[in-house]
C-alpha cells in the first residue's frame, strides 16, 4: 500500500509541474480534442463548467469546475482517463479519513484537501493551518496519515 501511496504522490507532483513546464497547445474550442476523449469526458463529468482543454504531447489535460468543485484530469489519445485531482474542503473528505485528520489534529483547521486519483487508487493531501502555521498531510483511502510538511507563519 506505502507504494502505491508513493506512485500517486508521484504522478500528482509530475502532473503538477507538467502544468507549469510544458508548453501546451490551447484547445478550449475543442478542435484538437477527439471524439473518443469528449465522449469519456462527458460520461463522467456531466455538467461540468468553465471547461478549458490543453493538449500536451498525446495526452489531454481538462480543467472545469463541478460541483463548486475545481477539478483537473487528464486523458490519453483514447478517451482513457489516466488521472483526476480535485480541489475541495473537509466536508467532502471520506468520513474515515476526516475522522482521523480531526482525532489526531484537534486544533488545526483543514484549510485545503487535494485528493488525487490514479487507477491504482485515490490519496489526499490535507492542508491544515493553526494559528504557529501550515501542516501538510498525506492521507491513503484506509486513512493512515503521514506528516510530509510544515511552515511556520512569518512573525
Known sequence: MKKNFLTIASIC?????SSFCVNANPADDHSTVNEKVLKSFHSVFNGASNVQWAK???????????????????????GNLLSSIRYYNA?????????????????????????????????????????????????DVEGNLTVKDSFDKAK
Open 56 to 78: 500536451y504531447g498525446d495526452h489531454f489535460s481538462v480543467s472545469f469546475l463541478q460541483d463548486q468543485i475545481i477539478v483537473r484530469a487528464e486523458y490519453d489519445k483514447e
Open 13 to 17: 507532483g509530475i502532473f503538477l509541474l
Open 91 to 139: 466536508e467532502r473528505l471520506p468520513l474515515n479519513i476526516l475522522f482521523n485528520v480531526k482525532k489526531e489534529y484537534a486544533n488545526e483547521k483543514i484549510d485545503v484537501v487535494t485528493e488525487v486519483s490514479v487507477p491504482e487508487g485515490t490519496a489526499y493531501i490535507i492542508q491544515l493551518e493553526d494559528d504557529k502555521g501550515w501542516t501538510i498531510l498525506h492521507s
